[in-house]
């Protein structure tokens, strides 16, 4: 009754209301090309990350089976293994590498990183611009002998690993063959000694203390700077 008498209030309420649900569509409208927009942007991104993704696994790949198709005959007489997913290159008879106990090196091993290193210099080299670092690592058992405590034998054991490795770089750093190498070598090799923190263990989950005991040189690609390089292109 009110509205009849007073027509143009009705009207100017009804305007009202309009306007209002024209905001709202006009906002869900914005809300919505946001949405639409963030997805495209999310899509780019993932679309990008499956990129690195992939030429991260065929970069592995094809490291991985350029140094087996070096190595590959040498593996059984060095008893050494490649890991496809770490790609690292472990020789696994430290006792044959150094002395008991020791940080020298043996003359056994010395001819054979004569053999390996300039060999394994000239298949990383076609990589350079994918690699990140190459890390020589010393690795040990969890014992150190039997009155020493756990944790007396932990450090005990760091400190052997980290002179080994120093002492297989220092080593290698020197061989004729690699010279040209040297600034290379000196930008992207590290020595690590991780005493025992990285076992080897059986297959029952106890500790396989001879396998424990090794030196590894492990390849560390640039994936992931590769990666946020590509997300932050634009």
Excluded: C
């Excluded at 990140?132 to 005990?156: C, L, M, Q």
């Excluded at 120093?166 to 690590?192: E, F, G, H, T």
């Amino acid at each position: 009754m009110a509205s009849f008498l007073n027509p143009q209030k009705s009207e100017q309420e009804e305007s009202h209301w309009l306007s209002v649900s024209d905001l709202m569509a006009g906002l869900m409208m914005v809300f919505l090309f946001i949405a639409v927009a963030l997805m495209r942007q999310a899509f780019i991104e993932r679309d990008k990350i499956k990129e690195v993704a992939i030429a991260y696994q065929e970069n592995q790949v094809a490291i991985y089976d350029a140094l087996m198709g070096e190595f590959e005959k040498d593996l059984s007489s060095w008893d050494a293994v490649i890991d496809q997913d770490s790609l690292t290159f472990t020789f696994r008879s430290p006792d044959v590498l150094f002395e008991q106990g020791s940080q020298n090196l043996s003359d056994t091993y010395k001819v054979l990183l004569n053999d390996f290193f300039p060999r394994y210099m000239t298949v990383l080299e076609e990589f350079q611009s994918s690699i990140n670092e190459v890390r020589i690592e010393g690795h040990t058992s969890s014992v150190w002998n039997k009155d020493t405590p756990d944790t007396a034998a932990y450090f005990n054991n760091m400190a052997l690993s980290q002179g080994r490795t120093r002492s297989v770089l220092a080593y290698v750093y020197d061989i004729p063959d690699v010279v040209s190498y040297q600034p290379w070598i000196k930008q992207n090799i590290a020595a690590v000694g991780l005493s025992s923190s990285k076992l080897v263990l059986n297959t029952d989950g106890s500790e396989n203390e001879e396998f424990s005991r090794r030196v590894t040189f492990r390849v560390i690609t640039n994936a992931d700077i590769k990666m946020r390089q590509i997300l932050e292109a634009d």
